[in-house]
């Protein structure tokens, strides 16, 4: 699976976010923020765990196994301030329920991925 990720020409973006799950099938769950490493590879949004601060430029593949990956096909992105103390924070609904807040302290940072993320559904939406 990392092999498909690192020599996919579908990579659009790979970084870190503060990252933590809100709704499980519709479900609300308790907030637990934590560091992790975000992969957007073709539909799909993949979460790692981080094991340390990684930083693209240091980035390897090693041991490290998804922990979990989001189809954006049908997906919502919302910004999602009022949902948070923290700042820069956007809200990933998929179409089965599950709800992710994504956040960075950087501003230009959260921004991107908004965005790119954003495009990737709205081709998925076309298709
Ligand atoms: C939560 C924790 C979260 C916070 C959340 C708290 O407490 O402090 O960081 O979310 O606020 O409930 P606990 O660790 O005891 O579960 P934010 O950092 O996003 O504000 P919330 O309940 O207002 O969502």
Sequence with gaps: FLLKIIFTPELEKAGLLNKTKIA??????????SPSWVV?????????KDPKSQTPSNWKPGNSRPESSVD???????????????KNVFKLR????????????????IKEWYDTIQNVIDRLDRE
Excluded: I, M, P
């Design 94 to 109: 998929t179409v089965t329920g599950n709800e992710f807040l994504l956040q960075s302290e950087t501003d230009s940072l």
């Design 72 to 86: 954006l096909r049908g997906a919502q992105l919302h910004w999602a301030n009022e949902l948070s103390s923290k």
């Design 40 to 48: 957007l590879v073709g539909n799909s949004l993949v979460f790692f």
């Design 24 to 33: 499980e099938g519709g479900r609300k769950l308790r907030k637990n923020w």
